[in-house]
């Protein structure tokens, strides 16, 4: 066991967010955590779940905070005289606050890191009646391979059809990049529900394809990620689960949608951070 002597002075923040200043209603989304006395950045993670935000502030727009922990995770690294966290404060959103510094003891900046998300920002519950299941299950695996691999910070997150289709199109597609000529795009598509996702993405394939061609001048390689078959109970014991699961995977394969697993994602995100050269 170790003594409090073995520990790492550190200090911590809380990031809040808060949708109304006037009601000051608000939730813990991330932590900062530095060493004192370090020339090491500070260390930053923000939630991976936002159904406490949502709950909140149903129009909360996640996309804007996702973007914001990889903003401050970048400027943290070219930090070298800790004159950052001094600004930080003046120059987060109205609807991000940071709370004052706190000392902490931590074996390491990861344990130190896992045990305040888990304390503040993401607490568990004894029985956990919410998991995660569906889009957003695989929306998570997506994030955890990529960030693995190193290059989630450097994707597109939430791309907007619409600046490839038409205005009013509400579709937006979860991450992109642009290794060479081809632009890569994956989408988390749950058939858990049904096949009416995997319909919308096949509807949309055309457009985005002729879109990016038009735009961007580059070719549009569209990938579906969803579930393992297996997963969902659609086997051969269960013709009818089987069925609508493969309905909705040729679906999108007739539209020149490449699919793919959760089970694929790691080797999705070794070839990404190849291409992205990290």
């Known amino acids: 066991m170790k003594i409090e002597s073995e520990r790492r002075a550190c200090e911590f923040q809380l990031l809040r967010y808060v949708p109304d200043g006037v009601r000051n209603e608000y939730v813990h989304i991330g932590v900062i955590l530095r060493e004192q006395g370090s020339a090491d950045p500070a260390e930053v993670r923000f939630t991976r779940d936002w159904r406490r935000v949502r709950c909140l502030d149903p129009n909360a727009d996640t996309a804007l905070l996702e973007g914001m922990e990889s903003e401050l995770r970048r400027r943290f690294q070219q930090d070298t005289d800790g004159r950052l966290m001094r600004l930080l404060d003046e ?99 749950s058939l858990e529900p049904g096949v009416e996702m995997a319909k919308v993405l096949a509807f949309s394939a055309a457009g985005l394809r002729a879109g990016v061609q038009r735009v961007d001048k580059a070719e549009l390689e569209l990938t579906a990620v969803i579930e393992p078959a297996a997963k969902l109970g659609a086997t051969d014991e269960e013709p009818e689960r089987l069925q609508i699961y493969r309905f909705g995977v040729e679906t999108m394969e007739e539209n020149q949608i490449r699919v793919l697993t959760t089970s694929d994602l790691v080797r999705v995100a070794e070839a990404a951070r190849r291409e992205l050269r990290v």
């Open 91 to 189: 120059s987060l959103s109205l609807n991000v606050q940071m709370t004052a510094p706190k000392a902490y003891l931590a074996e390491s900046l990861p344990a130190g890191m896992e045990e305040l998300m888990r304390l503040y920002v993401d607490p568990q519950p004894r029985e956990r009646m919410l998991r995660l299941s569906g889009r957003a299950a695989i929306q998570a695996r997506m994030r955890t391979e990529f960030e693995r691999a190193g290059v989630w910070d450097m994707l597109r997150k939430r791309i907007a059809a619409s600046d490839y289709t038409r205005p009013g199109d509400p579709l937006r597609i979860d991450v992109g990049y642009r290794p060479n000529g081809v632009i890569r795009m994956f989408h988390a598509v």
